[in-house]
């Protein structure tokens, strides 16, 4: 497992609501393209972290307790384990091509969002299968057998944009 972080340019201030950013655009580009497509098309998750503002650090409201997301974690990786028993698969990132087709399936909304997504944003073959592989764990984080389009919106959000 690979855990990154960076800032998304020199300054750190790309994206910033409050701050402006101060690099060229040939500097954010040059900056941005540090890192490989190919090395970036083997990463499942991208997340922007932007700024917590103070009310958020110091207010009273409380997110799901943990002790839940852990139930659901645990219930998602029983399903995994019984959906690979007998295979060398224990995970759903461990899946081969011929078991994301055998394993991934879309509900017909979701389909559509597949192409769309792969015509619009020009997911290479890897990137796509590592969004439904994704899009298998969100949906058994979920409980759910088929994935749908809530699921696949969910994974495709994930991606890196124009890194594909």
Known sequence: MLVGAM????CGNYGDPRKACTCSTQLLSRYQKRISGPLLD?????ID???V???KLTGDATGEPSARIRERV????????ARFRGSCAQANADMGPSDVWKYCRLDDEAE???R???ER???????FHRTLKLARTIADLGGEDVIGMPHLAEAVQYRQRGAE
Do not use: K, T, W
């Open 7 to 10: 800032n998304p340019c020199f």
């Open 42 to 46: 083997r990463m499942d998750i991208f």
């Open 49 to 51: 972290v932007p700024r």
């Open 53 to 55: 503002e103070y009310e």
């Open 74 to 81: 645990c219930g998602a990786r029983q399903v995994q384990q």
């Open 112 to 114: 559509g969002l597949a």
């Open 116 to 118: 769309a997504v792969m």
């Open 121 to 127: 944003m020009h997911f290479s073959a890897r990137a």
